[in-house]
């Protein structure tokens, strides 16, 4: 319960913030923290402009995007306290759901039979496709060093102690970080500055969205990486008392928000071609990291 | 009873050869069949009763007879919707039905017979009576038929004959001069192996030509393709059981003896062989006769096969062979049916056979099913026992070969068959024939039921009799 | 009318056939022996939990695709033999698969088998002037034959060890025998059955099956009779109650195979119907890999497991059996509308027939496995019994699960690739090519079977308690042989399950919920039309659009060494080019490595031995001369040799 | 004696090895008939009347004189050309048949039996498989059919080397069949030569796969 108004309201200042660091780090003196709120109430109050070619799946689509993002806050535990939706292999419904919205949104992208719509589609389609699996494998691990196949008992039973523990928790991190990052396709993936439709992935996906549908959408964005953010905080609360957990969730989203615009800001984006391989490297990483828990319990035979 | 049954139908081959009379011929065919099932039902119910000295009606005979007598009857009735409405030549028609009875006899007897050498007798007689029928269509084809035929068929049988003459000269050591089955059974394990070795050899190769196993199988197949349907019918099922009887009870004789492995091993090569040959024309051919007749020789392979491997497969041997008669004859009977209707038995020039005699076209897929031993046809249960006899003696390699060159023969016989059956052939959709009365088809239908009944369930009559016939295998 | 009579028919043996299998499914088995014939022997009939749960989804698939058949087999009353032919095969078909799934002697399960091979082949070669049919039956028949090969050396093998074509004789034969012994039968058990069941590398006659077949049939085809493979491996497992784990590891390993195979090679398919063919192949994967945990769970003597494992199995059987069906029936839509199954000619079908859109979309999400659809319950189990797994088994075989899980999940984003490129290129977007189109809609009696088995998918996906049920007596009966203690496990892992319905019926009235709000707020503004954004360009052309090929362009690239597609182009070049173009041809690489090059090799080897039969009379004889000299010969030479050897011994 | 006749059998193949004109051939199987006309009436000289009859009208009546006047006839008829024409060159067959001969003298040597002495054994044998060997090897028709009668005296032999001889009905029934399917091939090489101009094999390997 905590987490998803937690994650709701982090959402909000989420993109403000980033935007905001790379503001500052490229000498700017950039727009508030809530301006992108500010754009997105905007949006909601204005009209839109659809095109004859779509059908009602264009117009039905951004809504189960957000209602499948919001479900998948509800998984989202913090510290003590579970998410609202919280049962043995939970993240399987956290995967499956967020696909499903994928899946409408990438049918509407095709809705509009415009070509540029179509290759986001497509690139879409396939960088979470191979995104999945790191995932999965990321999971699985953890519930293999804890015993526990739900978001909460695992986080609960989180637990560092070792080097090597160490370690699997920067792979670990850093593995949540890209597929975020591929989730929400930010920088190293896909560049939102670049309008250069060509070059694009999600935002050429949503062209023809205006008005209502077009804040739903980004709403959605903001929310997904709000709850990357928590699944990041989650890992390194572990059980720690309420009255910790929630300044150190906001902070730790606060850090991630930052990281994510110096990023943004002091990197450079891939070739597309070079993206798959990319999103490939993450699943053998997360083997690694499966590796290591083995190697940590001393399954080893 | 022999004699009167000999006598009789040699008289009634002897009018019909004289006969020109159309309804008279009609009558002399009905009053053949009358006497040819006599002759069955006597020889069921005077089971081993001796028939003067050289003929004892025992199980493996009845089973054989039987079998002879049931298919004769659609060979003859079909001889009639399929050769004659074109050319009635009656002096044609007289020599064809003549011969057609001489052969059905000399089978019988041969099957009958209890001396070797009489059995070689009547195997040469159904040699000559089957040219007759061969050199029907009297077209250059059919006389290399036949010419081929007679002299690879004579040629073998002196084999045969010199077989039996190596085993008289066994015979000659003990003071037994006396060519019965019988009493070859009784000395044959004190006999000289050398010879009886010898003697085998050239009775088994000189049989293969009617058995239709290599080496001498060649010329069976032209006969089978020239030979006008009803005739390729008999020539392919119980022509061909004529030498599985001669080389049974030869088989029978050296069961006893110290060269039974050895025996085993040579009939196993043969068999195995003839079965990778039936493999190899069965993907070449186009003509549906010779496509039917290499068939033929791959199920006489299975035979042998099962004969050799021995156990339960000498029941399957004597089952295979008779339901493979039946459902070979009822598909070459049918084959007269498709020659009617394209003019051809090459498989280019035949097509969508399905549009133009519905009960046929079914027939000839029931007909492929059978032959091909899919379940629900007899032959199924009868390669299930082989392959059990197989796996009991220890031949799974031959086992695994075999089983490869069955689908391979599958899957050709079936490119071809539905070929026939469904695609047309370009330029010949508009193909006007007189529709076929599905009467016609009707004992073709049962000789297929007939299979079907005897493989899943044979009454308990037919199994022992199949059981004793194997009787003296089983020591 | 002929129609109408079949499906009287199969409606009478689906009654007759349910009600024992709801009996059972309640807990009171079937049990009556028929007294058989000389060679059968006595025939045990018997309906268990397990083939009552065939039975029923049997059922079901048989009746709605009859039902659908009616109307899709109009156009043909002017071929009435044909006609006859194919409805009779179809009735027979469904009482062969039937008694396949009661019967308990092995002769009559072979010759039940064989009824229904041959009675789905000549469904298949309905279409049977095309040599294009005729060949694909043909392999159809040959692959099947093969199986039935396999099957009968294994029974016969039994019986020729355990003397009886019962099948006790089976288990009696595991328990007699030693075990590797039993692991090889287990081992052509399942070569005979999975490539029934269409099992890498076994699947290659259903690419060519499926399309050549009409669309009730595939629909059937796909949806239960390689189920019948499944059955078939899950009765051996349950006869041959030994060596679990080697089993399990084997049937999971090459699940997994086969799952990201059939997959990879659907995302690059042309043909529609092909396209739905390789993902029956991936979706059998998926079920295979539950059966794996199932005989891990056995072997390692863990009950939660070995429940999870086969629950998910069965479910998933029955999930892919609804929405597979659904899928081909929709597919027979778009080709009586349209007479083409080439994916790329398609596109703003949407419009046209929008039912039959709605449908496809619904069947697409759920073999998808995405809430709130029923494929989403089944691999939900599955993915709990790999995470169990890893949890709760020793080294080796978690890493087995780690790859499974892998691959699992790859399956899923890529099924989501492949859906989402079929959908979006038939229905959506604008017409590329302007075919003729026939009649817009299917009649409501042809939708009618549609809109039943779509009710029963997301029924499935919103209360999968109620199913899980009806599960209940099987999975117990397949894990018979384990301590009654994993039932607890059963039972939360179920009540778990019983609660994702939950969740998914929020997920759909959330999304509503925040349509409605949308519908409100944005009620009274203003909605322009206008075409299509194209980002500066004014005259975009309905071929400018993203075609299936450019959809998957990225994949096809990623994926290019591991499959064997064929390309033709011709680039654009010079000044004032000429019409350029590029396709590919997507080919199956286990297809040509496994059957097409043995089968040349095989045949020039025979071809050298066609020279026998040359027609010269001298060469006959020369036959029988040569062969009676060998045989006289060795053994002279054999003697020769003894007399040589024996005198070296001599000196 | 006996030795000797057949001495002069064995000869008469070698002979036939050689031999290039068909009258040639057909001299040699009168030949041979008298031969067997000998052997026969000195080795079977003590046995009753009947089948001393018959065994004359076998050997003398049938295959020294009825055959080779028939395969004259056929041969004037079907104005077959003169030479044998053989496949492989004299000198080859040549060696060939004593090969032959050779080998079947070693496998009697295999023999350990004192009923049959092994003279006629050896004859026997090497007239067969030299018949056969000649059968695969000529090109004519009518060739085929001589060689075929010269297995026939082989087997003859062989039957007088068996101690005992084959009941009289048997007997009976073995000559008809010889002698019909002599005759029946002829007349088919009268059909033959009908058809195809010339009593030639080439012809009749049409029938193949």
Redesign the interface.
């Known amino acids: 319960m905590i987490s998803f108004i937690l994650v709701l309201i982090v959402s909000l200042v989420f993109p403000g913030i980033i935007i905001r660091t790379k503001s500052i780090a490229s000498g700017r003196k950039g727009p508030g923290i809530l301006q992108p709120v500010r754009d997105i109430a905007r949006l909601l109050q204005k009209g839109s402009v659809s095109s004859e070619t779509t059908t009602l799946i264009f117009q039905v689509a951004p809504s189960i995007y957000l209602a499948s993002v919001l479900i998948a806050v509800m998984v989202l535990p913090l510290g003590h306290s579970k998410g609202l939706i919280s049962f043995p292999g939970d993240f399987i419904l956290f995967a499956y759901i967020l696909a499903a919205g994928k899946f409408l949104m990438i049918l509407s992208a095709m809705d509009t039979g415009s070509s540029f719509e179509g290759m986001g589609a497509s690139r879409e389609a396939l960088f979470s496709m191979l995104a999945e699996p790191a995932f999965f494998i990321l999971m699985g691990s953890l519930a293999l060093m804890t015993g526990f196949t739900s978001f909460h008992q695992v986080f609960m039973a989180l637990h560092f102690g070792s080097s090597i523990s160490y370690a699997l928790g920067v792979i670990g991190m850093f593995v949540l970080i890209m597929i975020c990052m591929v989730e929400n396709s930010r920088m190293p993936v896909d560049d939102p500055k670049t309008h250069l439709e060509l070059t694009m992935v999600h935002e050429v996906m949503i062209l023809d969205n205006s008005g209502f549908d077009l804040g739903l959408i980004m709403q959605a964005g903001n929310l997904k990486f709000a709850m990357y953010g928590s699944l990041i905080a989650n890992l390194f609360l572990g059980d720690l008392p309420v009255y910790l957990t929630i300044p150190l969730f906001v902070g730790i989203q606060l850090l991630f928000a930052v990281v994510v615009g110096v990023l943004e800001s002091f990197s450079a984006r891939f070739r597309m071609s070079h993206n798959a391989q990319f999103i490939l490297v993450l699943s053998s990483l997360s083997l690694m990291f499966f590796l290591g828990v083995l190697l940590m319990l001393g399954k080893f035979i | 009873m022999i004699l009167l049954y000999l006598t009789g139908s040699v008289l009634i081959a002897l009018c019909m050869f004289l006969n020109t009379n159309r309804r008279v011929n009609r009558m002399l065919i009905a009053g053949f069949l009358v006497l040819q099932w006599i002759w069955s039902v006597y020889s069921l119910t005077h089971k081993n009763v001796p028939e003067y000295i050289f003929f004892i009606p025992d199980a493996l005979s009845i089973l054989m007879t039987v079998t002879l007598s049931i298919i004769s009857i659609p060979a003859l009735v079909h001889s009639y919707d399929y050769i004659y409405p074109e050319h009635d030549n009656p002096r044609v028609r007289g020599i064809y039905f003549g011969s057609m009875v001489v052969l059905i006899m000399s089978l019988t007897a041969a099957y009958v017979a209890s001396h070797i050498a009489v059995t070689w007798i009547f195997v040469e007689i159904t040699t000559l009576s089957a040219s007759a029928l061969i050199f029907h269509r009297r077209n250059s084809g059919s006389i290399e038929a036949t010419w081929k035929y007679i002299f690879v068929c004579s040629i073998s049988l002196v084999f045969v004959f010199i077989g039996i003459l190596f085993l008289s000269i066994a015979l000659g050591d003990i003071r037994e001069n006396d060519m019965q089955y019988s009493i070859l059974l009784r000395v044959a394990p004190s006999l000289n192996t050398f010879w009886l070795k010898l003697a085998f050899i050239f009775i088994f190769i000189g049989y293969t030509a009617k058995l239709g196993l290599i080496p001498m199988y060649t010329a069976g197949i032209d006969a089978k393709d020239k030979a006008p349907s009803p005739a390729a019918a008999l020539f392919s099922s119980v022509l061909m059981n004529v030498g599985f009887v001669g080389v049974f009870r030869c088989y029978e004789v050296l069961a006893h003896t110290s060269i039974h492995k050895w025996v085993d091993q040579v009939m196993l090569t043969t068999a195995f062989l003839s079965i990778f040959v039936a493999a190899v024309y069965m993907l070449k051919v186009k003509n549906v006769k010779r496509m039917l007749a290499y068939s033929s020789i791959e199920h006489m392979g299975i035979v042998i096969l099962a004969l050799a491997a021995g156990g339960i497969g000498y029941y399957a041997a004597i089952l295979h062979l008779i339901l493979h008669s039946f459902a070979k004859s009822s598909l070459f009977l049918q084959v007269g049916h498709l020659y009617k209707t394209f003019r051809s038995k090459n498989i280019y020039s035949i097509g969508n056979y399905f549009r133009y005699n519905v009960p046929g076209a079914v027939l000839i897929l029931f007909g492929f099913i059978c032959i091909t031993a899919m379940p629900p046809s007899g032959m199924f249960i009868s390669e299930l026992m082989v392959f059990r006899a197989l796996i009991g003696s220890g031949y799974t390699g031959i086992l695994i070969l075999m089983l490869i060159l069955l689908t391979l023969i599958v899957w050709a016989m079936g490119k071809n068959i539905f070929k026939m059956l469904f695609i047309p052939v370009p330029g010949r959709e508009d193909l006007h024939v007189e529709a076929v009365s599905p009467y016609e088809t009707l004992l073709q239908y049962l000789l297929l039921a007939l299979v079907v009944y005897l493989g899943i369930a044979p009454p308990a009559g037919f199994a022992d009799l199949i059981k004793e016939s194997i009787i003296n295998l089983n020591h | 009318m002929k129609g109408k009579i079949a499906v009287l028919g199969v409606l009478v043996i689906a009654a007759v056939s349910s009600i024992p299998a709801v009996r059972a499914l309640l807990g009171t088995d079937t049990r009556y022996v028929l007294e058989g014939t000389l060679v059968t022997g006595p025939i045990p009939l018997l309906i268990d939990p397990l083939s009552a749960w065939f039975i029923l989804l049997i059922n079901f698939t048989f009746i709605t695709g009859a039902l659908y058949g009616l109307s899709y087999m109009q156009p043909y009353e002017n071929r009435p033999a044909a006609v006859s032919m194919h409805w009779i095969s179809y009735v027979f078909t469904h009482a062969g698969i039937l008694t396949v799934c009661v019967v308990q002697n092995s002769i009559i399960f072979l010759f039940a088998w064989e009824v229904m091979t041959l009675g789905t082949f000549l469904l298949v070669t309905f279409d049977n002037t095309q040599a294009r049919t005729i060949k694909a039956g043909i392999n159809y028949l040959i692959q099947s034959h093969v199986a039935v090969l396999l099957l009968t050396v294994s029974f016969v093998w039994v019986s020729a060890q355990a003397g009886s074509y019962s099948f006790e004789a089976i288990s009696r034969f595991a328990l007699t025998r030693d075990h590797a012994f039993s692991l090889l039968l287990m081992l052509i058990f399942f070569t005979g059955f999975g490539i029934k069941a269409g099992f890498v590398p076994f699947h290659t006659w259903l690419p060519l099956a499926h399309p050549a077949a009409p669309s009730h049939v595939s629909g059937m085809m796909s949806g239960v009779l390689i189920k019948i493979g499944i059955y078939g491996i899950l009765r051996m497992i349950l006869l041959l109650n030994v060596n679990y784990l080697a089993t399990g590891f084997f049937i999971l390993s090459i699940s997994v195979v086969t799952g990201i195979y059939g997959v990879m090679l659907a995302i690059v398919q042309h043909n529609l119907k092909r396209l739905l063919a390789y993902h029956s192949i991936e979706n059998i994967g998926i079920i295979g890999m539950g059966i794996g945990i199932g005989c891990i769970g056995m072997g390692t003597g863990n009950p939660g497991l070995a429940l999870l494992g086969y629950a998910g199995a069965l479910l998933h059987t029955l999930n892919h059996s609804l929405f597979k069906s659904l899928l081909f029936f929709t597919a027979g839509n778009i080709s009586k509308a349209v007479h083409t199954m080439t994916i790329d000619r398609f596109g703003g079908l949407i419009r046209k027939m929008p039912q039959t859109a709605f449908l496809f979309l619904i069947a697409s999400m759920a073999i998808c496995g995405l809430p709130p659809f029923n494929g989403f319950v089944s691999e939900f189990i599955i993915f709990s019994g790999f995470f169990n797994g890893i949890r709760e088994t020793g080294f080796p075989s978690v890493l087995m699960f780690v790859l499974a899980i892998f691959g699992l999940s790859l399956i899923g984003g890529l099924a989501i690739l492949c859906f989402t490129k079929a959908f979006g290129a038939i229905f959506l977007g604008t017409q590329r090519f302007n075919l003729e189109q026939r009649d817009k809609e299917g009649s409501w009696q042809s939708m009618l079977p549609l809109y039943a088995i779509a009710l029963l998918i997301l029924a499935i996906g919103l209360f999968p308690q109620v199913f899980i049920k009806m599960l209940l007596l099987p999975v117990v009966q397949l894990t018979g042989s384990l301590p009654a203690s994993g039932r607890g496990s059963m039972e939360d892992s179920f009540r778990v399950i019983s609660r994702i319905g939950l969740y998914s019926l929020g997920f759909i009235s959330l999304s509503g919920l925040i349509y409605m709000i949308r519908k409100k707020a944005t009620g009274g503004r203003p909605v322009v039309e206008g075409p299509t954004w194209g980002c500066g360009y004014v005259a975009p052309t309905a071929r400018m659009q993203y075609t299936a090929s450019s959809f998957i362009r990225n994949y096809r690239k990623l994926a290019e060494p591991l499959l064997a597609i064929g390309k033709h182009r011709k680039d654009v070049d010079g000044v004032f080019p000429g019409r350029a173009y590029h396709e590919t041809h997507p080919g199956d690489k286990v297809e040509e490595y496994l059957i097409h090059y043995p089968l040349r090799k095989l045949r020039v080897f025979m071809g050298r031995f066609s020279f026998l039969q040359n027609g010269k009379l001298q060469f006959y004889i020369l036959y029988g001369m040569i062969f009676i000299i060998v045989l006289v010969a060795v053994p002279l030479m054999v003697d020769m040799a003894r007399l040589l050897a024996g005198l070296f011994q001599t000196f | 004696m006996i030795t000797i006749l057949l001495i002069v059998f064995t000869v008469s193949l070698l002979y036939f090895a050689i031999a290039n004109r068909l009258m040639t051939y057909v001299k040699i199987l009168a030949l041979q008939g008298l031969i067997l006309f000998g052997v026969t009436f000195i080795e079977l000289i003590e046995i009753n009347v009947v089948n001393l009859v018959l065994i004359l009208l076998e050997t003398i009546v049938v295959k020294s004189l009825a055959i080779p006047l028939f395969m004259q006839y056929v041969i004037r008829k079907n104005k077959i050309t003169r030479e044998a024409e053989p ?1 492989v060159p004299h000198t080859v067959s040549l060696i060939i048949v004593t090969v032959l001969i050779v080998s079947t003298y ?2 009697s040597n ?2 350990i ?1 004192p ?2 002495d092994k003279i006629y054994f050896v004859t026997a044998l090497s007239a ?2 030299s018949g ?2 000649f ?4 090109r004519k ?1 009518i060739t ?1 059919v001589i060689s ?1 009668v010269i ?2 005296n082989g ?1 003859v032999i ?2 007088l ?4 001889e ?2 009289l009905l ?1 007997n009976l ?2 000559l008809l ?1 010889v002698f ?2 002599v005759f ?2 002829g007349i ?1 090489i009268n ?2 030569g009908d ?2 101009s010339e009593g030639d ?1 080439k ?7």
């Open positions: 496949f070693i496998i295999y023999i039996d009923h049959l067969v498989f056969l060997y059968i695969s090897s000529r028709v085929h075929y297995i026939e087997v062989l039957s080397a068996v101690g005992n084959m009941p048997v029934g073995i069949d019909v399917s029946l091939l088919f059909k033959v058809v195809t094999v012809q009749l390997s049409k029938l193949k796969d």
